[in-house]
């Protein structure tokens, strides 16, 4: 079984950057696809972006596309989330999940193993 960490996240003004941590212990995350997801007060938790097992593919939200990357360190056992032009709609908990599968996967329910999240909160 993988256990995720997740850090990096804080207060930052509109148009500033952040970058989020997912740091996975037990199991090496080679074989697993690894999403990034949020959840704002309120609202349903949602697709942020995902990386394939490979780290061959990504996948992004058409809200985040251009202004998010998604990337590894395979040595560091660690998936980064590197967030660029935030914008108050952003604000929102944070997390990382991983699923073993080869697939490229963005549903909520196909992610098993979850971290317990990290607060961003963008200012205006």
């Known amino acids: 079984q993988v256990q995720l960490v997740e850090s990096g996240g804080g207060l930052v003004q509109a148009g500033g950057s952040l970058r989020l941590s997912c740091a996975a212990s037990?199991?090496?995350?080679?074989?697993?696809?690894v999403g990034w997801f949020r959840q704002a007060p309120g609202k349903e938790r949602e697709f942020v972006a995902a990386i394939n097992w490979s780290r061959s593919s990504t996948y992004y939200a058409d809200s985040v596309k251009d202004r998010f990357t998604i990337s590894s360190d395979n040595a560091k056992n660690t998936v980064y989330l590197q967030m660029n032009s935030l914008k108050p709609e952003d604000t929102a908990v944070y997390y990382c999940a991983a699923a073993r599968t080869t697939a490229l996967i963005t549903a909520v329910y196909a992610y098993p193993y979850w971290g317990q999240g990290t607060q961003v909160t963008v200012s205006s």
């Open positions: 037990g199991r090496t995350l080679l074989y697993y696809a």
